[in-house]
């Protein structure tokens, strides 16, 4: 089954222990990104990558880091994470052209304390 | 920037009845797409159906239609013989192709509920 998959799917932490939430598509797609939803703004880009090794800032990339050292996996890292972090992470894939369905996970619910 | 509003945080609708969801939009973009996704307390983004902004032709998948207004920058979500399961969110989006990102760009939602 064709597929986006996160872990964990629910995180509580505290202020300041580094976590990182895991994404992986099963599609062999080129484009891989991150966002948050946040109650009242919509879903908002953290961060994306074009390909392997190539990755960018998306609207929102601050306290957040990436890689994508292969092509099916693009983690997201947060250092040191702060209370306003907490939010509803989804990680996103398609094929490259624009028109493409982009696929997303099923969510991540970060709390942090 | 591009930007995309949804004007109406939430919506009613009474089961096998017509909803009209609001979605306009800017950009200085001639070429472009547009989507809706729904979003179920399941929490999970489902694509409902998209549009090219070169196609005057509107989008229509099954009981799902769109109003695109190149214009006047519009994109409206129409649900016809509304069901239960089409309670959710639904979130209006674009996208540049010529972006550096091709980042979607969503709306802030409008949330539809529908009587039985």
């Known amino acids: 089954e064709a597929q986006v998959t996160q872990n964990p799917r629910y995180l509580i932490t505290v202020t300041g222990k580094k976590l990182t939430v895991t994404c992986s598509q099963n599609?062999?797609?080129?484009?891989m990104s991150w966002y948050r939803q946040d109650p009242g703004l919509g879903l908002r880009q953290i961060y994306y990558?074009?390909?392997?090794?190539?990755?960018d800032k998306g609207d929102v990339p601050e306290g957040y880091k990436v890689s994508r050292k292969e092509k099916r996996n693009f983690p997201l890292i947060l250092e040191s994470p702060s209370p306003n972090q907490t939010s509803l992470y989804f990680c996103?894939?398609?094929?490259?052209?624009?028109?493409?369905?982009?696929?997303f996970g099923p969510g991540t619910r970060l709390t942090v304390l | 920037a591009q930007t995309v509003t949804q004007s109406q945080p939430e919506m009613s609708v009474q089961e096998a009845e017509t909803v009209t969801l609001s979605c306009t939009y800017d950009?200085?973009?001639?070429?472009?797409?547009l989507f809706w996704y729904k979003q179920p307390p399941s929490r999970q983004m489902i694509l409902v159906i998209r549009?090219?902004?070169?196609?005057?032709q509107n989008a229509t998948e099954n009981r799902f239609s769109v109003n695109f207004q190149k214009a006047a920058k519009s994109f409206s979500l129409k649900i016809s013989d509304s069901q239960l399961g089409d309670a959710a969110m639904y979130f209006c989006?674009?996208?540049?192709?010529?972006?550096?990102?091709?980042?979607?760009?969503f709306g802030k939602g409008t949330k539809l509920s529908v009587k039985p």
């Open positions: 549009q090219e902004a070169y196609k005057q």
């Open positions: 950009t200085s973009e001639s070429d472009y797409y």
């Open positions: 989006a674009y996208r540049d192709p010529r972006g550096s990102q091709g980042n979607l760009i």
């Open positions: 599609m062999n797609h080129e484009y």
């Open positions: 996103a894939s398609r094929r490259g052209a624009s028109y493409n369905e982009q696929f």
């Open positions: 990558s074009m390909n392997v090794e190539v990755t």
